[in-house]
C-alpha cells in the first residue's frame, strides 16, 4: 500500500453524484439546519450538552460543538452532518483496512465533513478539519446510499475517510436499513465515542477498524487533542457487542514509534482483545501540521511487526510501503499462505469454509 492512499479528495462526491448516480442531486441540501441530533440534554436558558463523544461540549445557542458538525438552534442540538456526505466512492474492502473481512470485495465507502478530533497528522484534514456548510456536496438519502452500494455491487457500506461518530445519526440509519437489505455495514474510526451511542450502532455494525493511535495519554493529548482511555474503552465495548476488530497504528517517528509504546499497545490488544486481532502497521507520511518529520523508515516497522509477532499476536500486517511487505495473510499453525495481497488486490485466497484449506484450523474473520 503506497502512501496516501486512504486520501480521499472533496470532489470524489461530485464525480459519484453528476457521472454515476444522476438522481442523487434531486433533492435539496439539508444545509443549515439538518436533523435533530440523538444523544443530548438540554441545561436551561439556551444551552445543551452534547453526549455523543467523551468531550461532553456544552453548546450555547447558535453555537457549534468542538467537532463543527453539531449545532444548537433555538436551545436544541442538530446534526448537520444528515444526508450530506462528501464523499461518496467504491472502494476494495481491503482499503479501509479490513483483511479478515470478504477478501476482494468492494465497500460503498461515504463520509461527511468534520472530525471530533484534532490529529496534526490527518490524512484528510482538507474534509475532516471543515465544517459541513463549507465544502461541497448535495443531499444523498440513507435509501439512495443502499440502492448506491447495490448498483455497484458491493458487498459492504463503508462509514470512513472522515470521523463516522460526527454523523452518526446518518450512519444509524443507512446500518439499520443496509441490515434490512443484508448489507454489511464497517466502519473505519478513531473509537472516541460515547458508550451508549457506540452499543446502539454495534448493533449494526459487521466489522471496524479502529485507529489506537498511540498508547500514552500525553500522545493523544498533544497530537490528536484526545483521551487513549476512551479509546481504549470503545474497543472494550466493540469487542463486547460482538463486532469483528482490527486495529490500525500509524507509526509516527519521535511521536509513537519506542519499542516500548509498541510493545505495550500489543500487550493491551493481545490481553483485552484476543491474539487473533489483526493489528495494521502503517507507514508515516509527512502531511497536515507534520510537515516537518520524515516517512516511518522500514525498519521501524518491521521491528513493530517483530515486536507483535513476539508479543503473541497471531495477524500482524505493515501497509504503506511499495515493497508490498507484510500484506499475507499467513496461517499461524501452518505457516501457509492463506490470503495473497498486492496493495488491495486479492491474488489469492484459501481460505475455505472459514478454514485453512491446508491444515483445516479456522481463520477467525468474517468470510463467505
Not at 455494525?205 to 487533542?225: H, M, Q, V, W
Not at 501452518?334 to 484459501?350: S, T
Request: a positive charge.
Amino acid at each position: 500500500m503506497f502512501s496516501r492512499v486512504r486520501r480521499i479528495g472533496i470532489y470524489t462526491l461530485l464525480f459519484f453524484i453528476f457521472f454515476i448516480h444522476p438522481s442523487f442531486s434531486q433533492e435539496p441540501s439539508l444545509k443549515g439546519e439538518g436533523r435533530e441530533a440523538m444523544y443530548w440534554e438540554g441545561l436551561g436558558q439556551g444551552r445543551v450538552k452534547c453526549l455523543l463523544c467523551p468531550r461532553q461540549c456544552l453548546i450555547p445557542r447558535n453555537e457549534r460543538g468542538f467537532c463543527r458538525a453539531r449545532r444548537n438552534i433555538k436551545g436544541r442540538l442538530y446534526a448537520l452532518t444528515y444526508g450530506n456526505p462528501v464523499a461518496v466512492h467504491v472502494d476494495p474492502v481491503e482499503k479501509k483496512p479490513l483483511f479478515h473481512v470478504y477478501p476482494g470485495t468492494k465497500s460503498f465507502s461515504i463520509a461527511t465533513a468534520g472530525c471530533n478530533l484534532r490529529c496534526k497528522f490527518c490524512q484528510n484534514w482538507e474534509i475532516s478539519q471543515m465544517d459541513p456548510e463549507s465544502v461541497k456536496n448535495s443531499f444523498v438519502s440513507p435509501r439512495q446510499i443502499i440502492d448506491g452500494a447495490k448498483k455497484s455491487g458491493s458487498k459492504t457500506i463503508a462509514f470512513t475517510y472522515t470521523e463516522p461518530t460526527i454523523f452518526y445519526e446518518y450512519m444509524l440509519d443507512i446500518a439499520k436499513l443496509a441490515k434490512e437489505e443484508g448489507i454489511a455495514c464497517v466502519m473505519h474510526s478513531s473509537g472516541f465515542i460515547s458508550e451508549e451511542p457506540l452499543r446502539e450502532l454495534a448493533k449494526y455494525l459487521t466489522a471496524a477498524n479502529i485507529d489506537l493511535k498511540g498508547f500514552s495519554e500525553k500522545f493523544y493529548s498533544s497530537f490528536c487533542e484526545g483521551t487513549l482511555s476512551d479509546v481504549l474503552r470503545a474497543l472494550k465495548v466493540l469487542k463486547e457487542e460482538g463486532v469483528w476488530l482490527e486495529i490500525t497504528n500509524l507509526i509516527i517517528p519521535t511521536a509513537n514509534d519506542s519499542e516500548d509504546d509498541i510493545r505495550n499497545l500489543c500487550i493491551w490488544i493481545k490481553e483485552n482483545l484476543g491474539a487473533d486481532t489483526p493489528v495494521h502497521f502503517s507507514r508515516f507520511f509527512p502531511m497536515y501540521r507534520l510537515t516537518d518529520l520524515s516517512p516511518t523508515p522500514l525498519k521501524t516497522l518491521l521491528k513493530a511487526e517483530k515486536i507483535a509477532k513476539d508479543t503473541g499476536l497471531l495477524y500482524v500486517y505493515v501497509g504503506n510501503i511499495p515493497q508490498n511487505i507484510g500484506e499475507d495473510t499467513i496461517c499461524p499453525i501452518c505457516a501457509n499462505l492463506l490470503v495473497k495481497r498486492i496493495g488491495y488486490k486479492v491474488l489469492e485466497n484459501n481460505i475455505v469454509d472459514r478454514k485453512c484449506k491446508f491444515c483445516g484450523v479456522g481463520i477467525p474473520g468474517v468470510w463467505d
